[in-house]
DNA sequence: AACCATAAGTTCTATTTTAGAACTGTCAAT
DNA sequence: ATTGACAGTTCTAAAATAGAACTTATGGTT
């Protein structure tokens, strides 16, 4: 499969993956959090070649994820700075980094902490449900075919115990 | 860098990415979630290279976020299922979805939506603070150094307004 | 004027990863 | 004896990545 091909399935999580789903982007996303803006403090700080980051800068800009600003004329340099659609992908981040906190931490302990603003704690972040607000887990969540969905395969609708005509 | 620098890394989102930062991990891992276990259906429903697809089945087996179970005796054959670490990434995969939804769908609207079973409503996630249960943002978070970090780069310190000291 | 430094890339070759197809081994059913 | 299902493995060609050097534009130093 092709990255191309992956932004035409009818799927969001293939489309997003499309966007961050490769070995750099989410770690460049990540200084991005971090008020990194610059060529070459993403470079310095994350040791990507300057060709892949090139590339990569380019393709989030693409995706209208980072925008390019100017900071100074002659010559002319640009800051890479998240739009809103850039700064939504916060709680994608968030519950990576919450994960790999839970799982992947040596004895060490965590490498960073998160404070919340508003109330003043340490915390871990949570999803929830927009409607009741309590957590949500694989279970407790039925999956249905939305507007934009294709025929289901009948591998899916096996899994799922679906009935599905022939042809 | 290579993929085991990555593992090694003193940031939890590097690790994570570890694991599922990659073209297929995340597409293997929504098929899991659509109750895909065995290899042909995996590979049949995701157009991955057989090849390919028994290289990422092992790795996330090694990783804990699959096991293999058998199902049948000779010849022996196993499935691959979710473990608690794997079920756990259920948030990270919710948060790429929605985002997804929000952002890359097209004119026919979303592909597929989400019932709580709980309360009954169609919904989104929403990623709550552990605390006080508000809404979280980037910029209601403050990043603290936690045990497990490795003294802050220059670049970071520079774009946190920190001082550090040389040398 | 010549030299150095900064910033943001681009270009080059070598290595690694992925795509795509064919092949292998085990067993059950016909 | 042959066919088909299942779970891989093996092969070659194409694509992506690593690592280093090079370019362009400008400003400051000697």
């Known amino acids: 499969m092709k990255w191309d091909a992956l932004e035409e399935e009818p799927c ?6 499309a966007v961050i789903g490769d070995r750099w982007s989410l770690l460049i996303l990540r200084e991005c959090f971090l008020r990194i803006r610059r ?3 993403f470079q310095a700080s994350l040791g990507i070649t300057r060709h892949l980051l090139a590339d990569r800068l380019k393709k989030l800009v693409r995706f209208g994820v980072l925008r390019k600003i100017p900071y100074q004329e002659a010559p002319k340099r ?9 700064l939504d992908l916060y709680p994608i981040i968030m519950s990576i980094v919450h994960w790999g906190n839970i799982h992947m931490v040596d004895s060490r302990g965590r490498p960073m902490l998160h404070q ?8 871990d972040p949570v999803m929830v449900c927009s409607e009741c607000g309590e957590p949500l887990s694989a279970k407790g969540v039925h999956v249905h075919p939305g507007p934009g969905a294709r025929r289901s395969s009948p591998v899916h609708a096996k899994a799922l115990g679906t009935k599905v005509k022939a042809g």
Chains 1, 2 share one sequence.
Request: proline residues 0%; aromatic residues 16%; hydrophobic residues 35%.
């Open 39 to 41: 060529f070459d403090d």
């Open 116 to 123: 919340h603003k508003a109330c003043g704690h340490m915390f």
């Open 12 to 17: 969001s999580l293939a489309r997003t993956v």
């Open 78 to 86: 640009y800051e890479y700075i998240l739009t809103q659609k850039g």
